[in-house]
């Protein structure tokens, strides 16, 4: 079924505002790098020192894909993935409302990527679908 110009619209602006969160967070990760090495460290996040890159690469990489609509629905569930683990990681101290609203965003992230996943980027990606 072929989705109208202004459901292809709504596809394309959610598509934006997903990527920007994770390219933002890809370069802040790469402008601090020496910084995430360390704080990867303290949450426990296995071998900070080849996970630190991994998770950048996964966030440039995803955040790209999805900017312009290239196989969401290969990169979507990986993004879906790795936004609940990172809250899981992360933000887990439900006590700090900043830390409970972090959750929650990985929380609709992962909503929202699910939905990539089913309908696809939209008409106006790569993929056109």
Known sequence: MQNSPAVNLVLLFARICVAIL???AAYNKIKGYNFFLGYFGKLGIPMPAISTPIIIAIEL???????????????GPILALFSIVAGLY???NFADVNHLNHFLKNIGLFGTIALFYATG???YSVDKD
């Open 22 to 24: 994770f390219l933002v």
């Open 61 to 75: 990489l995803g955040g790209l894909a999805m900017l312009v609509g290239f196989k969401v629905r290969v990169f």
């Open 90 to 92: 992360a933000h887990t």
């Open 121 to 123: 980027a939209g008409a």
